[in-house]
């Protein structure tokens, strides 16, 4: 009877284990923050499409794979041409293409915009679920933690004060991805909510360092211009650093190692002669 029963259960194991669904195999991602959590989680073989963003300088620095993945411009008839199983896009889809995506039979996850560690844990676990890789995505977080414990117990004693510059005058605030990770780095943000500031303004407000993201940082153009005004230079020559926008623009796990490289930077920045206002 026992015996009878033991095989009932195996059986019924066994067909449980046959309903799980596999985990897809042509992921098509549509926004640039998922290109980067699937990168992260899942290898090259598996992603049937990104979007043309990952193949920018800024983006290729940290995830050159992505020069080797098809691309995509974010179009219904792309997604109907790959033919994904699983599309990753974010909360901010049109509702004509969220009608679109439905009807393409994919499983369709939406991933919100993570702007804090504790939004990165959570679409971090959201897309590896959605992967079938919740053990990869949970081994990033550790390191995360681990990155923003080792960051918080060597906290520098003087806190500077960062302007993020470089947006042609706009600047982010403190309720930002780059707010989080530079204050995970010791600094303060000067700029206490999304707004443009004109060279004046800038000069005004005194930061000890001006933080450039490096996307674009070479690209001729008026924005480039302002950056580089001969004020700015002459005033914050030793004090101006360059930081990997694509780490300060979605958040990733990675997010934390980049705060850890912007410590460095700013203590190095402050240590040159004049870094000390």
């Known amino acids: 009877m026992m015996r009878g029963i033991g095989a009932a259960v195996f059986l019924f194991l066994l067909a449980g284990q046959g309903m799980a669904a596999p985990p897809p ?53 792309e997604v109907l041409a790959t033919r994904p199983d699983l599309i990753l896009t974010d909360s901010f889809t049109t509702p004509q293409m969220r009608k679109l995506l439905a009807r393409s039979g994919a499983r369709v996850v939406e991933v919100p915009p993570a702007e ?24 990033l977080i550790a390191r995360m933690d681990a990155d923003l414990r080792e960051l918080a117990a060597t906290r520098p004693a003087h806190i500077v004060r960062v302007m993020g510059w470089g947006g042609g005058g706009f600047v982010p605030g403190r309720l930002t991805l780059f707010n989080a990770v530079l204050e995970a780095a010791g600094g303060v943000n000067i700029a206490a909510n999304d707004g443009y500031y004109d060279v004046e303004g800038l ?30 230079l002459k005033l914050f020559g030793a004090r101006r650093i360059v930081y990997p926008a694509a780490l300060f623009n979605c958040g990733v796990p990675q997010s934390a190692e980049a705060a850890t490289q912007l410590r460095r930077q700013l203590l190095a920045a402050m240590a040159r002669p004049g870094g000390v206002p």
């Open 25 to 77: 195999t042509r992921v098509m991602s549509l926004k640039i923050c998922t290109d980067e959590l699937l990168m992260d989680l899942v290898p090259p073989s598996r992603i049937a499409s990104l979007t043309f963003l990952s193949r920018e300088k800024a983006a290729l620095k940290l995830w050159p794979q992505a020069a080797h993945i098809p691309v995509n411009h974010n179009s219904a008839e």
């Open 116 to 139: 804090n560690f504790k939004q990165i844990r959570a679409v971090t676990r959201l897309v590896g679920d959605a992967v079938g890789m919740r053990p990869r995505a949970e081994a």
């Open 203 to 232: 000069i005004a407000a005194r930061p000890d360092v001006l933080a450039y993201g490096d996307d674009y940082i070479d690209t001729p153009s008026l924005r480039v211009d302002q950056n580089a005004h001969p004020v700015l």
